[in-house]
């Protein structure tokens, strides 16, 4: 962002920060860390990339379920992968939530509170197989759908995060796929479990892209300020023409006898999503909200001895103690 104008930052007055801000929007340039910023904006990001990065590390504990059961080595390593990639972008996004001076132990601590939420769809069970390659191929498409325009987001740290992570959930997207498939055109049980699988994971996914936008509630705030670029249902809209032609080519069918193509909208029509289910999951009442936030917890206490290893280590070899170097190094 250019707020370098005639005067300086220190010297100008809200209303001519508001205005350079308003400007830097407006030409589609990146708000950077040290920029002013509207507190609401601020408030508004910390708020969405916590969400996000939440959703990123509890999003491994569906799939992880499954990396001890994988059928194959192949499969296996390709599972291992993808849940690391996983943890990678919940790292991307907590130090991207960080510029904005949040720490992440904050945001862990309001996860683990329930004070901050993470995204529905990881409060469903993976029950067999077939969900890990359901989950590849909607869930991590979905994700692609919504995150995609975000790498134009107007907070430049979080717009260059999604980058990268858009090129990995392009390769977890490809690997569901190719699973199903597998499985679609195996036996009578395996294309059985391929379709079920399918059955239960379409509708919530659908539910990842948040409230219809007349119930929106920050909408039209962060497509104004350039956070998102698209409303929830025109992204929605995108995701299920996407999938129309890919269910076919899988030989799979999606659970909605009313999703038909639209000639005069260019558009797939759906029948009516279950909002009521929505809600109930975000209030916590979903299959799995408790066992997730448990684990969670547990996994963080359990971590705590690294932690405390590593300020350790860091207090042991910072330069006000005078070993700067690797122990090893003079060995
Ligand atoms: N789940 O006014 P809006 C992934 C909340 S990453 C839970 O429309 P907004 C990768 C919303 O927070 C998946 N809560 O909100 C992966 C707000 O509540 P609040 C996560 C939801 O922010 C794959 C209230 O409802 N992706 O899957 C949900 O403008 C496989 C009102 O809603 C992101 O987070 C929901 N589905 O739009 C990992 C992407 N939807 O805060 C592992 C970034 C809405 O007022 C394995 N986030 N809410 O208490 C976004 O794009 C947006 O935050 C939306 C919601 C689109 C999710």
Redesign the pocket.
């Known amino acids: 962002m250019t707020t370098a104008a005639p005067e300086s930052v220190e010297t100008m007055d809200t209303s001519a920060l508001e205005a350079a801000f308003d400007a830097a929007v407006a030409a589609d340039e990146r708000i950077e860390p040290r920029d002013w910023m509207p507190d609401a904006y601020r408030a508004t990001l910390v708020?969405?990339m916590a969400?996000?990065a939440h959703?990123?590390i509890i999003?491994?504990q569906?799939?992880a379920n499954w990396i001890t059961r994988a059928p194959s080595l192949r499969r296996k390593a390709i599972l291992m992968a993808k849940v690391q990639d996983?943890a990678g972008?919940g790292l991307y996004l907590y130090s991207a939530a960080e510029t904005l001076g949040t720490s992440r132990d904050e945001l862990l601590d309001k996860l683990h509170s329930g004070r901050q939420?993470?995204?529905?769809?990881?409060n469903y069970p993976t029950l067999t197989w077939a969900d890990v390659g359901a989950?590849g191929w909607l869930?991590?498409g979905?994700?692609i759908t919504?995150?995609v325009p975000?790498c134009r987001c107007s907070y430049g740290p979080y717009a260059r995060a999604m980058v990268r992570v858009c090129k990995e959930?392009s390769f977890?997207q490809r690997q569901g796929y190719e699973l199903l498939l597998a499985l679609s055109r195996g036996t009578e049980a395996q294309h059985a479990m391929a379709q079920d699988a399918v059955d239960r994971w379409w509708w919530p996914s659908l539910?990842?892209?948040?409230?219809p936008d007349d119930e929106?509630?920050?909408?039209a705030q962060?497509m104004a300020w350039k956070i998102?670029r698209h409303s929830?249902d025109e992204?929605r809209q995108r995701f299920v023409d996407i999938c129309v032609p890919q269910a076919e080519s899988l030989g799979l069918t999606l659970p909605d006898p009313a999703l038909r193509w639209n000639e005069e909208r260019g558009h797939h029509d759906f029948g009516p999503i279950d909002w009521d289910e929505?809600q109930q999951?975000?209030r916590g009442n979903g299959p799995c909200n408790d066992q997730r936030l448990d684990r969670r917890r547990k996994a963080h206490e359990d971590g705590a001895w690294v932690r405390e290893a590593a300020l350790a280590h860091a207090a042991k070899h910072s330069p006000e103690q005078g070993t700067t170097e690797h122990p090893e190094a003079s060995a």
């Open positions: 708020r969405q969400q996000h959703s990123e999003g491994m569906p799939e996983e972008h939420k993470y995204s529905s769809i990881f989950i869930v991590d979905a994700a919504n995150q975000l959930e977890h539910m990842m892209f948040g409230p929106s509630a920050h909408s962060s998102k929830n992204l929505f999951v975000l």
